[in-house]
């Protein structure tokens, strides 16, 4: 019996584990998400300046917790938004507004979807 009360306990710590990380993560991937947005409001107005700004902090939010983010989720997903930002900073040093935007977008999607993956919901765990 003791073996099952034991049992019960891991598997209840994971799942409240899990759930933590899904929220942590959402919470997170909210805000970069949200600034490259603000980033891209910017560049339409044509303050590049701002745009770069408000990119690089959103580059150097997702870094900061890069360690993290290889531990919890698949390597290739994190390798994708890095290789999502060097992109969307590139277009952004050439004043490309339809690539930029385009790459914006898509990197803001690259993070919506990692949050996605990580959520508890039947299609996830089949």
Do not use: P
Not at 6 to 23: C, E, H, K, N, R
Not at 48 to 63: I, K, P, V
Not at 85 to 104: D, K, S, T
């Amino acid at each position: 019996m003791k073996r099952l009360w034991i049992a019960a306990a891991l598997l209840a710590a994971a799942v409240v584990l899990s759930l933590g990380s899904s929220w942590y993560l959402r919470v997170y991937l909210t805000r970069v998400s949200d600034l490259l947005d603000h980033a891209q409001a910017l560049a339409l107005e044509a303050d590049w300046a701002g745009a770069e700004h408000l990119t690089q902090e959103a580059f150097l939010r997702w870094e900061a917790r890069d360690g993290f983010f290889y531990t919890v989720l698949r390597h290739a997903d994190v390798d994708q938004v890095f290789t999502g930002f060097r992109e969307v900073q590139e277009y952004l040093r050439c004043r490309e507004l339809g690539e930029y935007a385009a790459a914006n977008a898509r990197l803001s999607a690259q993070l919506d979807l990692l949050w996605e993956m990580e959520q508890l919901t039947l299609q996830n765990l089949l």
